[in-house]
């Protein structure tokens, strides 16, 4: 297995000489090497030093657990199994064990020993004891130069824990990539523990496919939204760092297999263009809290649709509750709303009408119950405002024939305006022009939101039916800016500090029109919304699905009815950030800025207002994550955003950062690109190697003349999928039908 160098010393920090190898084949052969003062490594003359390094097949750490005081946070043999799962180590617990040791307390101290390919260069030997203790923070950083040496024990205590693979094994190579799609990589969540390798491992792995690239960083980054509990920006960007060092040493071994070659191992095809150049990343649910989590699962398979959609109108949901109640401050001099603008992008058939039924459901409830246990006040204020009215007018004819003060009426008057009339309750509006929409906000206090399972708001916005365009309200109502309210003989009113909730499901060809309309873009609308992509599920949706269980349901309403419960006070709490969550949020920030000219430079008037946005949405979880910890939030009390709920908003971010470059570009909803796929399912389905155009019109019965397959076939061909085969005509008949081979990529990538 791998050979250790022992010393005729015992516990001897000044002895340098190791002249004893001694093989490790079993417990027994380890235990006679540990029984003295030992190193891992073979040195000129048996005298350890870097400088005289000459070989080692075995990579020593040591792990004192003198990271932290809190025992929660110690870790054993068993949390490196996990965290390095078929990857063969052996254990040699410290003579100070669960002993005290330099004034710290008793805890787990152990030697661990790893199976390495034979290495000769002392500086790569040192870089690899690195790698490691940046993979697992917790590792001795005092023992990783070449020539350490460890202390035997006299009677020592060891174990080996198995497993098919060397530590190098694990790291690069062919077996780097076999297991990537299964085990941790495959659950929904990377847990504690394993979060360093694993995506220490992705970032590697991203790198091969990609090379050193934004777009590696990109897909290295979503996979991070899988962490349980997430990583910091600043943990995830220093593990990338540590794999670039890495990866750029395996790409200067012989033998390295390029990207290019990589990702194409079937010489004579290229890899085939995408008909999207983005990969979707899935939508990080468990971001939300708990009951809002758990709801939307439930959402989404009940209905057969992706979590997308149900998760991204959970953030409109919180944002109705909370808006005008609530803001953020950044900085000292940055303060945002918490209200939001989402779209949510569609086709036809995707059940967009009833997820949203499902997510507002408790809104709705509350609504109906607000009023019916207020109707009374409701026609009360009614019925006094006219009493008012009817004696304005009154005083008006008397005052008009002499008979009566014109103080007293000016009195009259001035009551009658101030008078303030108890409203219905009315959580959201749908289908409405600006100027209602105007009237709606100033008559709820300065706030409302706009939901609708349809795009048709935008063609109003487009003035189609009023022939004006009127985003006024659109923008300022995202902002807060002050909104001026003309009415017919009466004196003009202003909304102060105005909050609009916007959440539309909309058409992908709907949206397409919204992002050219240069008036909609040169104004910032489109830049204020978030956009979300649910991958369809049309074709794969089963009949008979799990319903929402009611103990789901009801937790889920009990804390959308926890937070309508708050009051709206004179001025909107200010929730604050930690100094965890503000540091989360400028690593954010100033990751982002400098690509605002380049990667996302043709949409940076969206990405620009990206960190304002999260901002936002770490408010809005910041309020509902406390409703799990309190039912009934003294909300005079503090709120203040953690570094966690930070890094839950940042995930949140990337996501729609993701599926807004895909909103910005060519939206893949034209038939082309449908036909296209649907024969790349049927090739797959069959497992064609190979194909000719009846056969195809026969996989697809969508097909029904040449004149329709043909130019899909023409159009998979430009995509480098299929290829004609050349053929030879014979004889003065008809020609022979076109042949089409399959690209050997799409068997492998299914």
């Known amino acids: 297995m791998f050979t250790i160098y022992t010393s005729d010393a015992y516990q001897q920090e000044s002895n340098c000489v190791y002249p004893h190898p001694i093989q490790v084949i079993d417990e027994a052969s380890f235990k006679r090497a540990v029984s003295h003062d030992h190193v891992c490594a073979k040195y000129k003359n048996n005298y350890r030093g870097n400088q005289n390094f ?57 030697h661990l020993f790893f199976q390495i390919d034979p290495m000769t260069d002392y500086e790569a030997y040192a870089a690899l004891k690195q790698l490691l203790h940046e993979i697992f923070p917790y590792l001795d950083a005092n023992a990783l130069d070449a020539a350490r040496f460890l202390y035997g024990t006299r009677e020592p205590q060891v174990e080996f824990h198995p497993g098919g693979k060397t530590l190098t094994d694990f790291l690069y190579g062919d077996e780097f990539d076999k297991d990537m799609p299964g085990g941790y990589e495959k659950e929904a ?208 004819e008397k005052v008009a024939k002499g008979t009566a003060d014109p103080e007293e009426l000016e009195r009259i008057a001035q009551e009658v305006a101030d008078f303030e009339e108890t409203n219905p309750l009315q959580l959201y509006v749908d289908d409405i022009t600006t100027e209602k929409l105007v009237s709606v906000i100033a008559s709820n206090h300065g706030h409302a939101s706009l939901i609708s399972s349809e795009g048709g708001i935008f063609d109003t916005l487009s003035g189609i039916y009023t022939r004006n365009v009127n985003i006024d309200v659109m923008l300022k109502g995202y902002s807060g800016d002050t909104i001026r ?37 040169g104004r910032g609308l489109t830049a204020r919304f978030l956009y979300s992509m649910p991958v369809s599920s049309v074709g794969s949706r089963r009949y008979r699905s799990e319903a929402v269980t009611d103990g789901i349901y009801r937790a889920y309403e009990r804390l959308v009815v926890n937070l309508l419960d ?56 910041c309020r509902a994550g406390t409703y799990q910890s309190h039912d009934f939030l003294d909300t005079h009390g503090a709120l203040t955003v953690s570094g966690k709920t930070m890094a839950d908003a940042i995930r949140l971010g990337r996501y729609f950062l993701n599926h807004a470059q895909a909103a910005y570009s060519v939206l893949p909803e034209d038939a082309m690109y449908r036909n296209a796929d649907m024969i790349l399912q049927r090739i797959k389905e069959r497992k064609l190697t190979a194909f000719d155009r009846r056969a195809a019109m026969r996989m697809c019965r969508t097909f029904k003349t040449v004149d329709s397959i043909q130019p899909v076939l023409d159009f998979l061909e430009d995509y480098g999928y299929i290829a004609q085969k050349p053929q030879k005509a014979s004889g003065t008949g008809r020609p022979p039908l076109p042949k089409y081979a399959v690209n050997p990529w799409l068997k492998e990538h299914k």
Not at 79 to 102: C, E, Q
Not at 497 to 514: E, F, H, K, Y
Not at 586 to 605: C, G, I, Q, R, V
């Open 54 to 110: 000459i070989s080692s097949d075995c990579l020593p750490v040591d792990c004192d657990n003198d990271h932290s005081d809190d025992p929660a946070d110690w870790k054993t043999p068993a949390d490196i199994r996990k965290a390095l799962p078929g990857v063969f180590f052996a254990v040699h617990y410290s003579r100070h064990n669960n002993r005290p040791k330099d004034g710290k307390s008793a805890r787990p101290r152990f």
């Open 189 to 396: 969540t990377i847990p504690e523990g394993s979060r360093n390798t694993t995506m220490f491992r992705w970032a590697v792995r991203s790198m091969k496919r990609y090379g050193d690239t934004e777009e590696s960083k990109n897909a290295y980054f979503m996979q991070a939204g899988k962490c349980q509990p997430p990583l910091s920006t600043d943990e995830l960007n220093h593990i990338w760092k540590s794999a670039a060092k890495y990866y750029a040493k395996i790409a200067s071994q012989p033998g390295y297999v390029s990207p290019q070659e990589y990702n194409n191992p079937n010489p004579g095809w290229d890899e085939p263009l995408p008909f999207s150049r983005y990969t979707m990343a899935p939508f990080p649910v468990d971001a939300l809290p708990e009951p809002i989590a758990d709801y939307v699962k439930a959402v989404a398979e009940s209905t057969q649709t992706s979590v997308d959609m149900a998760g991204s109108i959970a953030i409109s949901v919180l944002s109705t509750c909370l808006q005008k109640k609530y803001r953020i401050q950044g900085k000292s001099d940055w303060v945002e709303p918490l209200n939001t603008y989402v779209i949510v992008i569609a086709p036809p058939s995707e059940r967009k009408s009833s997820v949203l039924h499902l997510m507002l459901q408790p809104v709705n409830d509350y609504e109906v119950e607000y009023n019916k246990t207020n109707a009374a006040a409701v026609e009360a204020g009614r019925m006094q405002k006219r009493v008012l009215e009817r004696r304005q007018k009154a005083l008006e």
């Open 485 to 521: 309210v003309d009415r017919i003989g009466r004196d003009s009113e202003s909304i102060m500090d105005p909050a609009l909730t916007i959440l539309l499901m909309a058409q992908p060809n709907v949206v397409s029109a919204v992002l050219s309309n240069t008036t909609f873009r």
């Open 566 to 621: 708050d009051e709206y006070p004179e001025k909107p709490q200010i929730i604050t950030l930690s100094p965890e969550a503000d540091s989360e949020l400028e690593s954010f920030a100033n990751w982002l800025e400098p690509k605002l000219t380049t990667d996302y430079a043709e949409m940076a008037d969206w990405a620009g207002k990206l960190v304002g946005n999260v901002l936002r949405m770490s408010g809005l979880l």
